[in-house]
């Protein structure tokens, strides 16, 4: 996509309603393929170049949103996990079709469907969709955040914590290995830090624990290694519940390669803590 993809520090205008609408209906199309490959027998499951797994589900659910797309936002930029990018324009549809697709291909029900959309850099609308968990949760600039449970509960606005202390915060992260594995301002040794000044860690993973973050359920999220298909989506649940997402070196953006969630207020002393 043509535009910076940065998260600006600046309150965004409001989001057009029938994109969160858009938005909304290919989560429940993604859904609609992926959920039935889940636990599936005859799953395929390749490896990438980068020997990430990729399964048959993925690649249909990223086909079925572009092909959405294509007929409802044709002026529209997309970039995928699987089909990359396409198009130029100052908006621009961010998609990981199964975000925690290591949990799928192993039958743990933690992996979600992210659709953002990207207007000018800054992640507008971002839905988040869990069916396996039976959770969905979403953000929509000037709409506030929300979350609801799969598949007919009532939606309930969401809001980050009031934590202000570190020695009281409930911190994740991924994969602890990922600090030592992947280059980046924050090492093995920063996360320990953390983990040892915090009251309790624990490693949700992936999507889930940046919307833990927006519900107010975890008070930091550390993700040491992210794409911008990993992070746009819930960087836009964050913001509308009052809280922050940073590359960890406390830029404001999602597409640094890595990725710090909090509820706002603990975000500076985060970084400090880690080492940024």
């Known amino acids: 996509m043509s535009p910076d ?31 039935p490959r889940f636990r599936a027998a005859d799953l395929r499951v390749t490896s990438k170049p980068d020997r990430t797994p990729v399964t048959d589900a993925d690649t249909a659910a990223e086909d079925a949103i572009r092909a959405a797309l294509g007929h409802e936002r044709p002026d529209d930029a997309i970039l995928g996990e699987e089909r990359g990018e396409s198009g130029s324009s100052r908006r621009g549809w961010v998609i990981d079709p199964i975000d925690g697709t290591k949990n ?3 039958g743990l029900p ?4 992210l659709v953002a959309l990207v207007v000018d850099g800054v992640p507008v609308v971002g839905v988040v969709s869990a ?7 979403w953000g929509s600039a000037g709409a506030g955040a929300w979350a609801r449970d799969l598949p007919a ?22 994969n602890t290995d990922t600090f030592r594995s992947e280059p980046g301002p924050v090492t093995r040794d920063g996360w320990l830090a953390l983990t040892e000044g915090c ?3 624990r490693a949700f993973g992936d999507f889930w624990q940046h919307v833990l973050v927006a519900e107010g359920v975890l008070d930091v999220a550390v993700e040491p290694a992210a794409n911008a298909w ?5 960087a836009a649940v964050v913001a509308e519940a009052g809280g922050r997402l940073t590359d960890l070196a406390g830029n404001p953006s999602y ?22």
């Open 230 to 234: 990993d992070l746009a989506a819930p």
């Open 131 to 137: 069916p396996a968990l039976h959770r969905r949760w």
């Open 5 to 35: 993809p940065t998260v600006h520090p600046e309150t965004p205008a409001p989001a057009d309603p029938r994109d969160l609408d858009l938005a909304l209906r290919l989560a429940d199309l993604a859904d609609a393929i992926t959920l």
């Open 153 to 174: 509960g009532t939606p309930r606005r969401i809001a980050v914590s009031g934590v202000a202390d570190v020695a009281d915060a409930y911190v994740s992260t991924t």
């Open 199 to 201: 009251w309790e860690s």
């Open 104 to 106: 799928f291909s192993r």
């Open 110 to 113: 933690a992996w979600a469907t």
């Open 255 to 276: 597409s640094g390669g890595h990725g710090l969630t909090s509820n706002g207020l603990l975000h500076a002393r985060v970084l400090e803590v880690l080492g940024a």
